[in-house]
């Protein structure tokens, strides 16, 4: 969202398009720091792209996308940008070293389980390796603009994100990693995974497994992901899960 170099010279682009204002974010990261509070900077969709993003037309007529279509989510289609592609490896690496020059002061740059390849994608292809020195290399590139960031990943628990997702991340040199359990079905053995990194995330769906997790002195960190896409009303919810706690 905010002006960069590496877009404008890759697609000709300043920004995505939005009504985000670029001094926005660092009022919020002097105001954030102000209170004692970390800032970080959550890259969601990873390496998967739709047929709203403003660049997806571009990635096509470059044969950017490995074969097929990722169908995890119900609801949209997400293609997958090939990271053995000298052009897409190159311009993750320049424009997370960009950013995190950009906003010094940013305390951890965070991915997600957007950065994988999905098993249902046609050809039975092992992209494991591949994604792995991806990831390392932008991890390099960032760590070497700025040394002082957290690069942290929130991510499925590790025997799913390399059974499923070709994501062997526990070979990715991650700072901090956080584990999804966003399915209550097998809630307890997540959390008992979790216990054992960073911390774990859950969905405001989930809020009534606070106290419990609170309790528990080996989760370290609990992350509340927005699902329905409020944040403000995920936020109200978590604190009546929290108050006097």
């Not at 403003?54 to 090939?82: E, K, M, S």
């Not at 040199?173 to 359990?181: G, L, M, V």
């Amino acid at each position: 969202m905010y002006h960069s170099e590496v877009m404008q010279e890759t697609f000709g682009l300043k920004s995505c398009p939005n009504a985000f204002h670029e001094d926005w974010l660092d009022w919020m990261l002097d105001e954030a720091h102000k209170q004692d509070m970390q800032v970080h900077a959550y890259f969601e969709k990873g390496i998967k792209l739709d047929k709203n993003s403003p660049i997806f037309a571009q990635a096509v007529d470059n044969n950017w996308f490995v074969p097929g279509i990722d169908r995890t989510y119900a609801g949209v289609d997400h293609y997958l940008l090939d990271v053995t592609n000298p052009e897409i490896s190159d311009f993750f690496s320049q424009i997370s070293a960009e950013f995190v020059k950009r906003y010094p002061n940013i305390d951890a740059v965070q991915w997600d389980d957007y950065l994988g390849y999905y098993d249902g994608l046609p050809g039975n292809v092992d992209r494991t390796d591949s994604l792995t020195r991806f990831v390392k290399r932008m991890r390099e590139s960032i760590k070497a603009a700025n040394p002082n960031v957290s690069f942290d990943l929130c991510h499925h628990n590790p025997y799913w994100s390399d059974r499923y997702f070709d994501a062997d991340w526990t070979n990715w040199d991650t700072d901090r990693a956080f584990i999804q359990a966003y399915n209550d079905g097998n809630f307890s053995d997540e959390i008992a995974i979790a216990e054992n990194y960073s911390g774990v995330a859950i969905t405001e769906n989930q809020l009534y497994h606070m106290d419990s997790l609170l309790r528990n002195e080996n989760i370290k960190s609990i992350l509340i992901f927005p699902l329905s896409g409020n944040p403000e009303e995920a936020a109200s919810r978590l604190r009546q899960y929290t108050s006097g706690q």
